[in-house]
């Protein structure tokens, strides 16, 4: 009597190195939204108070950069957060710390671009450590 073979284990799926950068862009634009946010009470004193233009802007881009956490699998994201900072970056005739604030995380998110740009090249190119062949004994 013969027993009959296990079926083979299916082969575990490809690690998607994009999905692990959407998380870096998600934490990134939650840390943009913390560091916008503590630039309230510097509206509150030189901005005229929370209730004005300036101060509905500031409380409009935290709600943006949450909001666009949630479409970073779209191809059209990536648009998203460089129209928010170019709107960050155009609010420093409103207030000085804000367009400042824009100024630094736009140099962040070009490094970040640059980053996401080398890791698909290297994954085209099959260079990335997750594409090479395990070496079992």
Request: charged residues 15%.
């Amino acid at each position: 009597m013969t027993t009959p073979a296990a079926p083979s284990p299916p082969p575990a799926p490809k690690k998607d190195p994009m999905k692990s950068f959407r998380g870096i862009m998600a934490g990134t634009l939650v840390l943009e939204a913390i560091v916008v946010a503590l630039a309230l009470p510097v509206v509150a004193k030189l901005g005229g108070g929370i209730g004005t233009g300036t101060g509905y802007l500031v409380l409009g881009l935290i709600v943006a950069f949450i909001a666009t956490c949630a479409v970073l699998k779209r191809g059209w994201a990536v648009y998203v957060i460089v129209a928010l900072h170019v709107v960050m970056i155009a609010s420093w005739f409103a207030l000085t710390a804000l367009g400042a604030i824009g100024i630094v995380f736009s140099l962040v998110w070009v490094y970040l671009l640059w980053l996401r740009r080398d890791v698909a090249k290297r994954m085209a190119e099959g260079r990335l450590p997750s594409q090479q062949p395990s070496e079992k004994q």
